[in-house]
């Protein structure tokens, strides 16, 4: 029997090659370009999605209810639901990689002493235009990160002046080195 408009859903139904064939001639161009639009950064696998969507078709043509929909929409929502299928599938590719295959890097020692080294100058030269006092202040605050008012109770400051000595002493380091633009 020749599958047509009229018959061929009742071939798939019979199990028929015919009815998956004309299904594969009439709307394989529809279901390849919704499976192409979502797999596009995947190519090679767009022919076993498609393969996998006529199949579904096949195997659940039962599922299809003609006073719902055309059967290109039920088509179409088997095709959108089998490209996301691979999509996921795809992605836990990419993301399991066995523990054996992963390069642990090596953090370098003597980088990070030449760089501790070169941030400790850095902070200095800084810090060299305030006065002693302010400087002991700053390095409490911003490198051991104590509270304000606990590195000027220690350095006997009341809590008011530690805020006046930590804005003078940013405007200060602002005018010699220049405010850095934020991105």
């Given at each position: 029997m020749k599958a047509n408009e009229n018959n061929f859903i009742d071939l798939i139904k019979k199990q028929k090659e015919e009815g998956i064939l004309y299904v594969i001639e009439t709307y394989g161009g529809l279901l390849h370009s919704i499976v192409r639009k979502?797999?596009?950064?995947?190519?090679?696998?767009?022919?076993?999605?498609?393969?996998?969507?006529?199949?579904?078709?096949?195997?659940?043509?039962?599922?299809?209810?003609?006073?719902?929909?055309?059967?290109?929409?039920?088509?179409?929502?088997?095709?959108?639901l089998e490209a996301i299928d691979a999509l996921r599938r795809l992605s836990r590719e990419f993301t399991t990689v066995p523990i054996e295959e992963m390069e642990i890097p090596q953090e370098d020692p003597s980088f990070?002493?030449?760089?501790?080294?070169?941030?400790?100058?850095?902070?200095?030269?800084?810090?060299g235009c305030l006065k002693p006092k302010?400087?002991?202040?700053?390095?409490?605050?911003?490198i051991e990160e104590e509270e304000p008012e606990e590195?000027?109770?220690?350095?006997?400051i009341s809590r008011d002046n530690v805020?006046?000595?930590?804005?003078?002493?940013?405007?200060?380091?602002?005018?010699?080195?220049?405010?850095r633009k934020r991105a």
């Open positions: 979502r797999l596009f950064n995947a190519p090679d696998r767009i022919e076993e999605c498609m393969n996998d969507i006529f199949l579904g078709i096949w195997q659940n043509i039962d599922s299809y209810d003609e006073t719902k929909g055309s059967f290109e929409g039920w088509a179409a929502g088997v095709a959108r990070r002493k030449l760089t501790e080294q070169e941030l400790s100058r850095e902070t200095e030269e800084i810090l302010d400087q002991e202040l700053f390095r409490r605050i911003f590195a000027g109770e220690a350095l006997g805020y006046v000595r930590i804005f003078r002493g940013k405007q200060k380091i602002r005018s010699k080195f220049g405010e």
